[in-house]
């Protein structure tokens, strides 16, 4: 039994990277399919990298604790899609599988709102929707995001094409 009671939604130290770099590459290796990443390539980071990747000025990172250890992970990134400091990009969002259905995933989600709301530089908070999947797609429009456009054949997964939803919320 797993029970979000006790999860607390913070940030990390960048003391903390180890507890960063173990749920990041815990996330690819649980959903390969979910992240533009791979085990391989993201194992190979130095400890000087995660560090970096923790506390990069374009970069928010929130995480879900359950006490023990860390259990999910949500981040943004600034000028993602190189269309300016503007935007910011939801990344690697992740709930570790035993503890989804809980409400923590939203937690993280609303969480990392309130959080880029603050900052007055961020007017546009954007990720990616694979068109197929429609829990994603209400899950992220009860947060209030818009579909805005489509990019065709934006991911490939065993050599098939699939659409992607660029959705948005508009964040002042
Ligand atoms: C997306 C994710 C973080 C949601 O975490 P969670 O803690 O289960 O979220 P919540 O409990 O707050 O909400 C769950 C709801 O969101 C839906 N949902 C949201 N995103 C989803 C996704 N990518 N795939 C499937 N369902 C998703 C669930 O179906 C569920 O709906 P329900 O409550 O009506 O049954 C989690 O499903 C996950 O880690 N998925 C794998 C990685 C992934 O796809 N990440 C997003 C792309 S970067």
Do not use: C
């Not at 390969?32 to 970096?52: C, H, I, M, V």
């Amino acid at each position: 039994m797993t029970s979000s009671e006790n999860i607390v939604i913070r940030e990390l130290d960048f003391k903390e990277w180890e507890q960063f770099k173990n749920i990041r590459l815990y996330s690819i290796k649980e959903e390969p399919l979910a992240f533009g990443s791979t085990y391989d390539a993201e194992s190979q980071r130095t400890p000087e990298e995660w560090k970096n990747l923790l506390t990069a000025k374009e970069r928010n990172w929130l995480f879900a604790d359950n006490g023990n250890r860390l259990i999910g992970i949500i981040g943004t990134i600034q000028n993602f899609r190189n269309e300016g400091n503007h935007i910011a990009y939801i990344v690697a969002f992740f709930v570790g599988s035993a503890y989804r259905k809980q409400g923590i995933g939203k937690q993280l989600l609303e969480a990392i709102i309130q959080k880029l709301k603050k900052n007055p530089e961020i007017t546009s908070i954007r990720l990616g929707v694979t068109i197929t999947q429609k829990d994603a797609l209400k899950f992220y429009e009860d947060s209030g995001f818009k579909k805005i456009y489509i990019r065709k054949n934006e991911v490939k997964v065993f050599d098939r094409y699939y659409d992607e939803y660029e959705m948005e919320l508009v964040a002042y």
